[in-house]
């Protein structure tokens, strides 16, 4: 009898029908959790997280940044605002398609005020201003000829006068936000006229995800409208967030503090900018790319020169100058804060020394030209003195941070010692651009030791250390036990030392994760951290930490995080790679199969197998051998990734053909693990 007309191989080969679908992705930045929030008015972003005040160690550590900053230094607050043209209807509400709201600023109508320091008592007074800058929305000149829509996004959407039409550069996170802020000011405001070309400055979701709210796919195909991006761009934009999606995404949404109450004990930035928009992240591949520093484009007319930024702020990077209106745009290699080396969501490091250096080549090249300086997030710098001083101070920052990493690294420091030894120095500190609201100088520092040296300290008893709850249980014992150690820890949460209380009280947690005293207090000392923390990932951090710590992890329904485009321009290799990540070791310990996957629309083959707990492929080939073969679209394929449809309903439909021992197909699916979003973070 065959494997098909077998019925226990009936039975298996629906089990390998249904398994097969489970085959998703994650997009990162925690977008799909805001999405659920925005939905769900029974989560903790509404109901609070039972937050308690600031201490009194954590006013007289805010007061020393309130006396210690220039707030009397009112530049920024002109640049924020110069050039404003019109705004969407206050407070900024974008309406999402599916229903509620892609974007309210009216969220954060908390925080007002001017360069003064007026900040609450739980809020950093130097993230405070941060937050009342990016409290500025509407569309903006920077230049005749060059204009910002800021505000209704993390990012940054710039648009150039061409010859005939616009040029579009970093349109959003999500076609519900680019939509509305091209038709309602845009448009009236600057004139109804084609696009002619889009730039992604580089690969992150916040700087292409819009495009499909501005752009018709068909005007792509056809040739009117092109879209430029740096080398590498497609791979880096998909790539980046399918191996280590799911718990990137995680990860995210304490990043960006989505389950988190807007108000001043809960998010109040950012720290690029006020939060990610709602929705869609869409993805149209570029047409052209740039390739080579020194390399001109002439898009619609408009001269650029463009200098190349890989592995700087995103493994896909560029910068360009615009001769014609003395403009640079600098991308997200020099914003107005401290950037990441590493970020707290996880992504690969990022090479500080290569960052300034693509900074230097910028003044070399163009330092006696600007006039003018845009990026992808915050507000433009203004003068050719202004901005090489601004420039000089980002790459100095960089340069700094990397070289006295190695240098005491070289000395025979371990990364911790570096990270609490190191701060900027006063001539780079005390610039409002190179504070810490998004990266900060110890994690960063932390993250150049790591680049160059990887994660161990050269210190032998960290190279096998125990894992958490097992560190845990003898930490806690050793220390008289969980009572002992909550008491202990009382005494130093009186005297305001917190990041000690984190330490050892995460002991207890994990050791004995159902001692809510532990947990409480615990949750205390990330309040009173993060009420302090001048970057908002810290704070957006360790608020979240506390709200779970407290309440617990709360399922809230999300839809799904497959983003259409981001599956459809996914290479077919990628897809494998995940499979193998998806392998459970344990379960395919000692077991094998080989099936080859066909492709027939895109003329891909491969061989798949199994051996030694661990995936492999061959590309162009098939095996005669084979215990199986699938055959189908790649198009098929897709929509079965995006939810769409199933493999049994295509297999009954005709569509795919699933040829020799389903029965093996089946068993190969039960040794793939399906992740769990709701992952624990700060319990075991």
């Not at 910068?319 to 401290?338: N, Q, S, W």
Request: a negative charge; proline letters at 5%; aromatic letters at 10%.
């Amino acid at each position: 009898m065959s494997d098909e007309n077998n019925p226990a191989s009936a039975t298996k080969r629906r089990d390998f029908l249904k398994g097969v679908a489970t085959v998703g992705i994650a997009t990162g930045f925690g977008t799909v959790v805001g999405e659920a929030l925005a939905q769900n008015p029974a989560s903790p972003k509404a109901t609070g997280t039972g937050a308690k005040p600031p201490t009194k160690a954590t006013r007289d550590a805010n007061a020393v940044y309130a006396n210690q900053l220039a707030f009397d230094d009112t530049q920024d607050f002109q640049d924020a605002t110069r050039g404003l043209i019109a705004t969407l209807p206050d407070p900024g509400i974008i309406p999402s398609s599916k229903g509620g709201a892609a974007w309210d600023l009216g969220q954060f109508a908390f925080i007002s005020g001017g360069p003064d320091n007026n900040a609450p008592d739980s809020v950093n007074p130097s993230l405070w201003r941060n937050a009342k800058l990016n409290m500025n929305h509407g569309l903006f000149e920077v230049v005749d000829g060059i204009w910002q829509v800021r505000g209704y996004d993390l990012s940054v959407m710039s648009i150039i006068r061409g010859d005939t039409g616009w040029i579009v550069i970093d349109p959003l996170m999500t076609e519900d936000a680019s939509v509305v802020v091209w038709k309602q000011l845009v448009v009236p405001h600057l004139g109804d006229r084609p696009i002619t070309h889009v730039i992604y400055t580089h690969s992150h979701a916040d700087h292409y995800g819009g495009i499909r709210g501005i752009v018709d796919e068909a005007d792509i195909k056809s040739g009117k409208i092109k879209i430029y991006a740096p080398a590498g761009f497609t791979e880096a934009a998909v790539g980046e967030n399918v191996i280590a999606g799911n718990a990137m995404s995680r990860r995210a949404a304490y990043m960006y503090g989505n389950l988190l109450p807007r108000n001043p004990t809960g998010v109040v930035d950012g720290g690029l900018g006020k939060t990610t928009s709602i929705g869609a992240i869409t993805l149209i591949t570029p047409t052209d790319f740039a390739t080579t520093t020194g390399q001109k484009l002439t898009l619609d007319g408009v001269d650029m020169t463009v200098i190349m930024a890989p592995e700087s702020e995103a493994p896909s990077e560029f910068m360009f100058y615009i001769p014609k209106f003395k403009a640079f745009c600098a991308a997200e290699d020099a914003t107005h804060t401290l950037h990441n080396l590493y970020t707290l969501r996880g992504a690969k490091v990022r090479d500080a020394l290569l960052w300034s250096k693509y900074l230097q080549a910028a003044i070399d090249m163009f330092g006696g030209e600007m006039e003018v300086l845009f990026a992808s997030h915050y507000w433009p710098t203004w003068g050719n003195e202004r901005i090489v001083a601004f420039l000089k101070a980002q790459r100095d920052m960089y340069r700094y941070l990397h070289d006295q990493t190695m240098r005491l690294a070289n000395t025979g420091f371990t990364p911790l010692e570096i990270a609490e030894t190191v701060r900027l120095p006063d001539s780079l500190a005390k610039h409002w651009y190179c504070r810490s609201y998004y990266g900060t100088v110890f994690h960063d520092l932390v993250a150049q030791y790591n680049l160059r040296l990887g994660f161990f300290d050269g210190v032998p008893a960290n190279l096998h250390r125990l894992p958490p709850v097992e560190n845990g249980k003898r930490y806690v014992e050793f220390m008289g036990g969980s009572a002992a150690v909550l008491q202990k820890a009382q005494h130093y949460y009186d005297r305001g030392e917190y990041r000690w209380v984190a330490e050892v009280v995460n002991h207890v947690v994990f050791a004995d994760p159902q001692n809510v005293a532990a947990k409480h207090m615990l949750a205390d000392a990330y309040e009173q951290m993060g009420y302090q923390a001048e970057s908002a990932p810290w704070r957006n951090f360790y608020l979240t930490g506390a709200m779970e710590l407290r309440n617990g992890v709360h399922k809230v329904p999300f839809g799904s995080s497959q983003s259409p485009d981001t599956i459809k321009a996914m290479p077919l290799e990628m897809f494998l790679d995940y499979q193998g990540v998806r392998l459970n070791g344990t379960r395919a310990a000692g077991k094998s199969i080989t099936f080859n996957f066909v492709m027939t629309d895109t003329n891909e083959n491969y061989v798949v197998g199994v051996e030694n707990s661990a995936l492999h492929y061959s590309k162009g080939k098939t095996s005669d051998s084979a215990d199986a073969s699938v055959t189908m679209t790649r198009a098929d394929l897709n929509e079965v990734m995006m939810g769409n449809t199933s493999m049994e309903k295509l297999v009954m439909a005709g569509k795919t053909k699933i040829t020799g021992s389903t029965p093996k197909l089946g068993e190969f699916v039960s040794w793939l693990d399906n992740f769990d979003f709701w992952f624990n973070i700060v319990t075991p």
